[in-house]
């Protein structure tokens, strides 16, 4: 006999949420214990370097020759545990955050990064927005990091938001925005980029951030019985606020701040809930210079950032080196070859 009420599937709901809940601690918890091997496995490899090359290659047939049926243990793999093993000598340290991620997103942040503070702010960044490989590769290689900092002087949400939400707008932030997926041509306009970007919004997305949610591209107001178009409207749901995107391709200008300081005000006016917080205004650019943004920002009292955008075909000199060569291509061919054939599956 079929059950058919409220009730019924309320338990069921229940059910299935803590089973959701039981599979990820068992697979987070394997994962720790994963981590926590590669790093013991380095140690030991480094603890008898006094045995030469030959080491890791008879360690790894032996290993194999035990266990037959497990994967991990080339001679290749136990390289990078002894690489990963030499980055985090006190363990003790670093356990707590390396441990929650797979084995292959700490294998491309040892690999890509040699500054240790901000290596760990990959790893928290990582941790909290839940990022893939491939995402955590992007991040890195277009300077997620710099972008940020760099993005921060450019913003009044300090000084007009209220603490913790004005950090959380400023992370937001990124200077330029890299739109590597729209071609850069000669004599193209401010529509045409918007229209790329709309016609690739989940990579639109996956630059501007965790938390975006695209409401529409020349979004209408109308104020005093006069038609006003939003260049692109999106919600946050980190944020719980609306984020208005200006798009131009010049130089910022102060005027393009009033602009948006009016558009900020009818949104929060006409479509802010009273649960949002206010709504964050980012102005998109070409190229700006500090100090003109810096004194355009000085006395609006609605939070506004000022940043730069580059396309497909532009890369800036303080960049060139995100550019992947000939060798770093190879070894993340190998990296890749590591992760599927030699180390535990962790999808």
Not at 167 to 196: C, H, M, N, W
Not at 262 to 274: G, N, P, Q, V
Request: a negative charge; glycine letters at 4%; aromatic letters at 12%.
């Amino acid at each position: 006999m079929l059950i058919n009420n409220s009730n019924y599937f309320t338990a069921l709901e229940n059910i299935k949420r803590r089973i959701r809940i039981t599979q990820y601690r068992a697979a987070l918890g394997a994962n720790k214990e994963l981590i926590e091997l590669y790093w013991q496995i380095g140690k030991v490899i480094i603890e008898n370097t006094k045995y030469g090359a030959k080491f890791v290659e008879n360690l790894s047939k032996d290993i194999l020759s035990e266990f037959p049926e497990i994967q991990g243990f080339s001679p290749r793999n136990l390289k990078y545990m002894r690489k990963f093993a030499g980055t985090y000598p006190d363990f003790t340290k670093v356990q707590h955050v390396v441990a929650l991620l797979p084995w292959r997103n700490n294998l491309t942040l040892i690999s890509k990064i040699k500054d240790e503070s901000e290596r760990l702010w990959y790893i928290e960044q990582n941790i909290e927005n839940g990022w893939n490989n491939n995402t955590l590769t992007h991040n890195i290689e277009t300077k997620l990091f710099q972008r940020q900092v760099e993005a921060k002087k450019t913003a009044n949400y300090q000084r007009v938001l209220e603490m913790p939400f004005s950090e959380l707008a400023e992370e937001t932030l990124k200077s330029p925005y890299v739109f590597d997926f729209v071609q850069k041509r000669k004599g193209i306009i401010e529509r045409e980029i918007e229209k790329e970007l709309v016609a690739n919004i989940a990579k639109t997305i996956m630059e501007l951030g965790t938390g975006f949610a695209f409401v529409g591209n020349q979004y209408h107001i109308e104020v005093s019985e006069k038609d006003y178009y939003i260049d692109l409207l999106f919600y946050n749901t980190k944020l719980r606020c609306y984020v208005i995107i200006e798009l131009k391709n010049t130089e910022f200008k102060p005027e393009y701040a009033g602009k948006l300081n009016f558009y900020l005000s009818a949104i929060d006016d006409t479509l802010k809930h009273e649960t949002d917080n206010p709504s964050i205004g980012i102005m998109l650019c070409q190229t700006k210079d500090k100090l003109t943004a810096e004194y355009a920002l000085k006395d609006i009292n609605k939070p506004i950032g000022v940043s730069e955008y580059k396309l497909s075909d532009f890369v800036p000199s303080e960049f060139i080196d995100t550019l992947p060569s000939a060798e770093d291509i190879e070894k993340r061919v190998k990296l890749e070859y590591d992760v599927e054939g030699d180390v535990f599956n962790e999808r």
